[in-house]
């Protein structure tokens, strides 16, 4: 069984990014290198947080800007990937699975 990462859309977490109690798992996503529990604790100024879906929003489009890279690619599907980053084709493809359809991406 896999989950999928809110983030990034990839099918390949351990355990839920989130359980039922909203407690975020601290696994760090291979694909995208999000780490819950972590990098969605954004604090704005003293004890005002970003929301959750906020902070997933800010670094799906800071990781896309940066051209998707793999955190992990010795464990990400060979096909899927070029120089170590995701081929547009496919990442238009695994953003679907969070309904994220990118439509400005050039390339
Ligand atoms: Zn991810």
Not at 20 to 45: A, K, N, R, T, Y
Not at 46 to 73: C, S
Not at 99 to 106: M, P, V
Request: aromatic share 14%.
């Amino acid at each position: 069984m896999t989950y999928i990462c809110p983030i990034c859309g990839f099918d390949g977490l351990d355990e839920p990014a989130y359980n039922e109690f909203h407690d975020p798992s601290f696994e760090i996503c291979l694909c995208c290198q999000f780490q819950f529990g972590d990098d969605d604790d954004v604090e704005l100024e003293n004890g005002l947080f970003m929301k959750r879906e906020e902070t997933h929003a800010m670094y799906r489009q800071a990781w896309i800007a940066k051209g998707t890279p793999i955190f992990k690619p010795e464990y990400y599907p060979q096909q899927f990937q070029f120089n170590d980053s995701l081929k547009k084709k496919h990442m238009i493809e695994q953003l679907k699975n969070i309904r994220i359809y990118q439509t400005n991406i050039k390339g």
